[in-house]
């Protein structure tokens, strides 16, 4: 009993840590930005893994919105490092050419997902090796700037 209360109270408390990001601080942009980035790459993927029915006019829509996505987070990291639960490594600012460099590179990868789709009809074969390279940016970035 005693347990499952604390089990209670510790997610009641893990809830209250995500809520107190406000939304409207470059912290809960970037962040809502990331997740809106995660979910769309995901779908992309999930459509060339079978996870979901591919549909060329769904994955070019969503490779589009990607794009815009990837110019999207780095205008809300501050000059400055800002305080909160961010999961930035204080590198991100130590070495701005650097995480510059590897958004550039992610904008690139997504660019060039995005004008392959405007040739329809789509193959899901001719996605899969920009689609890996979109994922492959994501991951470059965050296993040097972001704790997991
Ligand atoms: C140039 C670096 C960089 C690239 C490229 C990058 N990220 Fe991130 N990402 C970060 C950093 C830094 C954070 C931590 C932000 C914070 O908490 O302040 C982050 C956080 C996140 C988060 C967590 C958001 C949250 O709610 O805390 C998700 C999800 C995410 N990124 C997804 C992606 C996806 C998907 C891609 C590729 C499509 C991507 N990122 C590309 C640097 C990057």
Redesign the pocket.
């Known amino acids: 009993m005693f347990k499952r209360l604390t089990v209670v109270l510790l997610a009641a408390l893990a809830l209250t840590a995500c809520d107190r990001v406000d939304p409207n601080s470059p912290?809960g942009k970037?962040?809502a930005i990331?997740?809106d980035?995660?979910k769309t790459?995901e779908d992309l993927g999930g459509m060339l893994r079978g996870r979901l029915p591919f549909d060329g006019g769904k994955f070019a829509d969503g490779a589009l919105k990607?794009d815009g996505l990837?110019h999207a987070p780095w205008q809300h990291f501050p000059k400055v490092r800002d305080d909160g639960d961010?999961?930035?490594r204080p590198e991100?600012w130590e070495r701005q050419e650097r995480?510059q460099d590897?958004?550039s590179q992610?904008e690139g990868v997504t660019g060039q997902l995005a004008s392959i789709t405007r040739t329809q009809p789509l193959e899901a074969t001719q996605l899969k090796a920009p689609m890996d390279k979109?994922e492959a940016?994501?991951k470059a970035?965050?296993s040097e700037?972001?704790n997991h």
């Open positions: 912290l970037r962040k990331f997740k980035m995660l790459s990607l990837a961010s999961s930035a991100v995480f590897l958004a992610l979109v940016a994501c970035c965050h700037f972001r």
